[in-house]
């Protein structure tokens, strides 16, 4: 788990946010017979596919144009939730916005200002705002942004929480990440209505390897997803340290494949009760954690789970039994893919410090993907980066501006690739589909509008500064943000764009 690249970018991070959308009722579970149009859930629905209907598509998507921009004084991360005209937030001061959708208007603000690395952001179900602090989980009522409770999770100050919380059968989902050697990542089940522990699981060994001095593992950073039988998807992040320690090189002090690290994980959402796991990656040394949220679709063979992170590849797996379907690499790749079964079954002299590695620590799959049920969307990040020494710190990189990326189509049952879009800068924006319209954001602070069916360009606006902000669309309206000025001329701010006539 490393820090978010828009908080490295900036380091005091205190945002606000505006949604637009269509008035639905809360919840976020997709309709039988399609797409939501309005954006309910984290990640649209409760299944984390990013995917919505409504008026925008490969035929409209020309007649969007600015209707309000709202200025912020530095970057945000995460995507409003619409629920009932109005947009709820929480910025990277953990912050929480109440704005009516419609005129962009604050309603209600509930000032926490603790700096939080994100991604964060909220779930709402209920009449109730669930979020988080770098310690605890919280609730709010809806209406007035009033706390109606505070749960801290955190057991010391080698925990933290980035995530947003998920939300299911009465329960809000959180879980804690390692910050430091000793902690152990913890998924918490809550009561949404009194915030009371109803369940908890350990993501990783308790014993830490046999090393808790050193050791640490397990995290989240996006909700899980959730399917129709009370089934819980989660994607684990990163063991650490990484590369290792002077003392201990190269994980040597956390042997073995280091479950669940880097793996998908099913739960029993109500209980909490461990129903399959599968391991992506064994053994990490390069903090290339499986961070992207589990997206659950439907297929003429059954339900799929896919996920992706920063290894650069994404996985689809038999949603009932955790059997691998296939996998497939996207970006640049150059040949260091097993070096972490090379450091667990202790071949070093075939690994070597000083090595430019891609993906690096900020490319690879770094934000989420989207998925309309026969094609997953893929925003993929070039970007190198280099472990000079054993010290557990983050590898050297190269300014985030020189990245470049590309947005990938795979077939859901194959992993076939439809079509590669190569883009001059890296989209750390996520992927959201409309339709037929796939939509993200490159550092660069371009907005792109892409056909799902055909790959090619549709649409691209130019954002008022650079941004690692996604895109969110609710009815008519899609909304996203350049979020981190890179000189004295970008002014950042929300923006919004609806379909003209």
């Known amino acids: 788990m490393d820090v978010r690249l828009g908080a490295v970018a900036l380091l005091v991070v205190v945002a606000t946010l505006a949604g637009c959308g269509n008035k639905t009722p809360a919840g976020g579970s997709r309709s039988p017979d ?35 921009s709202l200025p912020l004084r530095s970057l945000y991360v995460a995507s409003p939730v619409v629920v009932d005209g109005v947009a709820y937030a929480e910025d990277l001061g953990c912050n929480v916005f109440a704005i009516d959708v419609a005129s962009g208007r604050l309603l209600w603000k509930r000032s926490y200002e603790v700096g939080d690395t994100g991604p964060n952001g909220v779930s709402v179900a209920g009449g109730r705002v ?46 804690t990440v390692p910050g430091v050697a000793g902690a152990i990542g913890t998924l918490y089940a809550l009561d949404d209505a009194t915030g009371r522990r109803a369940w908890k699981w350990e993501e990783v060994p308790s014993t830490l390897w046999g090393h808790p001095e050193i050791n640490g593992g397990g995290g989240l950073w996006h909700p899980p997803a959730f399917d129709e039988r009370g089934g819980l998807y989660i994607s684990i992040a990163n063991p650490i340290p990484f590369p290792g320690t002077k003392e201990a090189p190269w994980g040597s002090s956390r042997p073995g494949d280091n479950r669940w690290d880097n793996s998908i994980v099913k739960l029993d959402a109500r209980s909490g009760r461990f129903l399959w796991g599968w391991q992506a990656l064994p053994h990490d040394i390069y903090d290339w954690d499986l961070e992207g949220p589990t997206i659950l679709v439907r297929t003429a063979r059954g339900p799929v789970a896919l996920t992706t992170g920063k290894l ?54 770094e934000t989420p993907m989207a998925s309309d049920g026969r094609t997953v969307y893929v925003p993929v990040n070039n970007f190198a ?64 509008g892409v056909g799902a069916r055909s790959g090619k360009v549709l649409w691209r606006a130019k954002l008022p500064a650079a941004t690692d902000a996604p895109v969110a669309i609710s009815g008519d309206t899609l909304i996203t943000a350049g979020s981190i000025p890179l000189d004295e001329s970008q002014k950042p701010a929300i923006v919004a764009y609806r379909l003209s006539g």
Not at 344 to 358: F, Q, T
Not at 430 to 448: E, H, K, M, P, R
Request: charged fraction near 20%; proline fraction near 7%.
């Open 34 to 68: 399609g797409p939501q149009a309005s954006w309910t859930a984290p990640d649209a629905d409760l299944q984390n596919t990013r995917h919505v209907g409504g008026p925008i598509d490969a035929a409209s998507v020309a007649k969007l144009h600015r209707v309000w």
């Open 312 to 365: 650069g590849w994404v996985f689809a797996l038999d949603a009932g039994s955790g059997r691998l379907l296939w996998k497939r690499p996207v970006g640049v790749h150059n040949g260091h893919d097993h070096d972490g079964l090379l450091a667990m079954r202790h071949r070093y002299s075939r690994l070597k410090l000083g090595v430019k590695l891609l993906p690096g620590g900020w490319g690879g799959v």
């Open 385 to 448: 980066g280099i472990y000079p020494t054993m010290k557990f710190a983050p590898p050297q990189q190269d300014d985030p501006i020189t990245g470049t990326g590309e947005l990938v189509a795979l077939d859901v049952l194959t992993g076939r690739v439809k079509w590669d879009l190569k883009l001059p800068h890296s989209p750390y924006g996520a992927a959201t589909v409309s339709n037929d319209v796939v939509f993200t954001t490159t550092y660069d602070g371009t907005l792109w």
């Open 130 to 175: 669930f979020g988080i602090l770098p310690d605890s989980a919280f609730a709010l009522d809806a209406k007035t942004g009033r706390e109606l409770w505070r749960t801290r999770l955190t057991r010391d100050e080698a925990e933290l929480i980035v995530m947003t919380p998920g939300h299911a059968h009465g329960l809000t989902y959180v879980s």
